[in-house]
């Protein structure tokens, strides 16, 4: 999906999340369920080069 921002426009990044299941179990309200480990892989967004009061930067 194409978004912008003040003037810029980019791309969102969609981050795939992995569960597993752990041995690990809680309760709450009364109810017992089995805790997941979440794992999140992050991509890189390019760099882009922008401009903050006259000063040039790179994010």
């Known amino acids: 999906m194409k978004l912008s921002f003040l003037g810029q426009s980019y791309e969102t990044s969609i981050h795939a999340v992995d569960a597993v299941e752990t041995s690990e179990t809680a309760t709450f309200l ?13 991509r890189h967004q390019p760099s882009t080069e922008m401009t903050y009061r006259g000063v040039r930067y790179t994010a």
Do not use: A, L, M
């Open 30 to 42: 009364g109810k017992p369920y089995h805790r997941k480990q979440y794992t999140v892989n992050q």
